[in-house]
């Protein structure tokens, strides 16, 4: 079965589901109903609370177990539930762009776990699985082919992919990458969210969550004062301008390109960076699983081209 995961530093996305990436370890079954993986001795629980970020997400096995919820997620998805045989899974992964040469042969590794078959528990049900092979893809491009029919058409666009930690810029030439513009900044919402908790804790004494900076930012109903409502909002928009002068400086002007945003932060920013003068001509792909289905796209198209899996 091909399964894909995008791994983000707030977010595991599949090309159906969605759920934050925070894990809680124990080696006592909880107590309170909540999704639960039994493997390798110990139990582990999903969060709400994220992972600090890792620029090497194999240093330990928590992203692993997370995969494990995804993989577990999207076979129940497709209705297989305690299947009677150990499942075969390509795993479709995806990299930052500027970190893909370095580090996609690691990551690769990391899943495939020498080819042997991996036993777990998930919410009490049992399931074999063996991951026999692991296609690791550039994020931002991925999201990309989700719109490859409209960008083919511009000479000239940027990818921006606003994710938890980095932000992908890519630049496009009908389409196509051009590698004269494949970065990736460590400026993601979460820096944002970091400011935000530092400043609102040192005016106010608060001690806010990402959902509270969400519901300001989205202009969702929240309890926060008002004032701090302000800081939150005026935060943002100084964060987005802040961006924008920094690709300035490495002349990357998004005044004169199509900008494509893609990413959970792109949504999040949207009414913000709709109503920004440094960005001329704004698209969003609102589908915040656009990496999980490109890697899709991307392997399916590649078979259908040389064969096989």
């Known amino acids: 079965m091909i399964i894909s995961v995008d791994h983000g530093n707030k ?6 589901l969605l759920f934050t990436s925070g894990l809680v370890e124990s080696e006592n079954q909880p107590g309170i109903k909540t999704d639960c993986i039994f493997w390798d001795g110990k139990y582990y629980s999903l969060t709400e609370k994220r992972i600090s970020y890792l620029r090497d997400k194999t240093e330990d096995d928590r992203f692993f177990v997370l995969t494990l919820f995804a993989i577990a997620k999207e076979l129940e998805y497709a209705g297989i539930k ?25 990551f690769e590794q990391y899943f495939l776990r020498k080819h042997e078959v991996v036993d777990f528990e998930y919410n009490g049900r049992y399931y074999s699985i063996r991951i026999g092979k692991v296609v690791s893809y550039t994020q931002a491009l ?44 460590e400026q993601g919402v979460i820096t944002l969210y ?39 909002r005026k935060m943002a928009s100084q964060f ?13 002007d998004l005044k004169v390109s199509k900008c494509v945003f893609a990413g959970g932060g792109s949504l999040l920013l949207r009414q913000i960076i709709e109503r920004s003068d440094k960005i001329g001509f ?10 999980a289905v490109g890697y899709d796209l991307l392997y399916k198209s590649e078979v259908a081209v040389h064969g096989g899996q």
């Open 82 to 106: 305690e299947p009677d045989d150990t499942v075969d899974v390509t795993l479709l992964i995806g990299l930052p762009p500027a970190h893909y040469g370095q580090l996609h042969a690691r």
């Open 240 to 252: 987005l301008t802040e961006f924008c002068n920094f690709l300035g400086e490495r002349s990357i």
């Open 194 to 232: 970091n400011s935000i908790f530092s400043q609102c804790n040192s005016q106010y004494a608060l001690h806010l969550e990402d959902c509270d900076i969400d519901e300001v930012i989205k202009g969702e109903p929240t309890i926060l004062p008002g004032e701090v409502q302000i800081l939150i």
């Open 142 to 185: 991925a999201a990309a082919v989700t719109r490859f029919g409209e960008l083919k058409k511009h000479a000239s666009s940027y990818i921006i992919d606003i994710g938890g930690y980095t932000v992908d810029v890519l630049k496009l030439r009908y389409g196509k990458p051009d590698l004269a513009v494949v970065e990736s900044f």
């Open 11 to 16: 977010s595991i996305k599949t090309p159906h």
């Open 282 to 291: 704004p698209i969003f792909i609102e589908d915040i699983h656009a990496n």
